[in-house]
Each structure stands twice: as C-alpha cells, then as structure tokens.
T-cell receptor, first 115, second 109 residues
Framework: DAGVIQSPRHEVTEMGQEVTLRCKPI?????LFWYRQTMMRGLELLIYFNNNVPIDDSGMPEDRFSAKMPNASFSTLKIQPSEPRDSAVYFC?????????????FGQGTRLTVV | LAKTTQPISMDSYEGQEVNITCSHN???????ITWYQQFPSQGPRFIIQ???TKVTNEVASLFIPADRKSSTLSLPRVSLSDTAVYYC??????????FGTGTRLTIIP
C-alpha cells in the first residue's frame, strides 16, 4: 500500500478563498483523523471518523471548517472562507479501528499558506 | 483522555541510551500507552505501544511500572538520525489520539 495520500502537498491561497484538502486513507483502515500543526499550537486534532461517521469534531475551530468522509477511501477538509491564521500543516491519518490498536499512519501533510 | 506530561527537550550524545519519561497520573484502566516520533516536515510515526510491564521492538523499549502512572521510552545507542520530537499518548484505539507538546530530542555528535 502507498500509505496515506494527501493532496495537494502545498497550497497557497488568498484570504477569503475556499480551500479543499484531500485524503486517501490506507485501504482497509476504518478510522480517519484530521490534524493541524503550527509552531504556536502544536499538533491539534480537528475531527475523526470511525467507519465514515464523524465521531468527534470538537477540535474544529470554527464553522468555516467542515470535513466529510463520503466513503471509506476518501475524505475532505474544507475551509471556507480561508483566513491567514489558518496557515498551517494539515495532516490526515488512518488506522484500523480496534480498541487495542493505537497505531495510526500519517500522510505527508498539506502545507497551507493563506495570504 | 488522560493528560500526559513529558520534558520539553533533551540532549544526548551519539551512542548513548536515551530514556524519555512520561507522566500520566489519570490513565484509565483500558488505556494503552503509545509513543510517536516526528521528524521535521513529516507526519508523526508510530514507535511503540504497551499496556503494562515491558515491550520491546526493533526500534525501542517501553517500560511501564505496575501503577501505570508513568512510562519510559528507551532508545538504545542513539544516532544523529534519532533527532526528532517524541510524543507520549494514552488512550484506546478508535478514540481521540491527542498529542501533547512532545519532547524535542537533540543528538549531539
């Protein structure tokens, strides 16, 4: 398997524009996590899904952020409208949902810059 | 999810054994202890997971005392390539994986 695949790797956009980040989890995995990392705030969990169902979105900073998982092989994180403070590296991770399994596999991340 | 506390940074020389300790006083009975490693410009990478006593794999060892309120990640004979941030997490699969501030380990030649 190619691992967790995120696209794009880099995104530069202007304030106010809509941004969509994409994630393809590892085949067979049924838990998916979206994280955001900045120097100031570290690695923050935004939302996670089990079996395509959002379980906890308490980390989503504002209504401008939304995430979907229409099927087991694809998820999106959308920011609309984007703001400069959204600039960060966004990571997607997937794992096999078992209580005794805490091993998650992370993608390479999307570096978002909002100017 | 139990909160964890670990040193912000550590330095070590090449070839030494490095031990990073994490405190998790409020760990729940069903929680596991997991360590991740993160290099600059990469996502975190799973290192090791344990529930009690000692776990060893090809990369590291994890020591967990009987009360499970702390754990120690041991890296044998570190090299420059072990310079990274190391995160300690507690919890169960299928739940929130919450990362703290981590320990920034710097290996000195």
């Amino acid at each position: 398997d190619a691992g967790v695949i995120q696209s794009p790797r880099h995104e530069v956009t202007e304030m106010g524009q809509e941004v969509t980040l994409r994630c393809k989890p590892i085949s067979g995995h049924n838990s998916l996590f979206w994280y955001r990392q900045t120097m100031m705030r570290g690695l923050e969990l935004l939302i996670y899904f089990n079996n395509n169902v959002p379980i906890d979105d308490s980390g989503m900073p504002e209504d401008r952020f939304s995430a979907k998982m229409p099927n087991a092989s694809f998820s999106t994180l959308k920011i609309q409208p984007s703001e400069p403070r959204d600039s960060a590296v966004y990571f997607c991770a997937s794992s096999l949902y078992r209580r005794e399994n805490t091993e998650a596999f992370f993608g390479q991340g999307t570096r978002l810059t909002v100017v | 999810l139990a909160k964890t506390t670990q040193p912000i940074s550590m330095d070590s020389y090449e070839g030494q054994e490095v031990n990073i300790t994490c405190s998790h006083n409020n760990i729940a009975t069903n929680d596991y202890i997991t360590w991740y490693q993160q290099f600059p410009s990469q996502g975190p990478r799973f290192i090791i997971q344990g529930y009690k006593t000692k776990v060893t794999n090809e990369v590291a060892s994890l020591f967990i005392p009987a009360d499970r309120k702390s754990s120690t990640l041991s890296l044998p004979r570190v090299s420059l390539s072990d310079t990274a941030v190391y995160y300690c997490l507690v919890g169960r699969g299928g739940e929130k994986l919450t990362f703290g501030t981590g320990t920034r380990l710097t290996i000195i030649p």
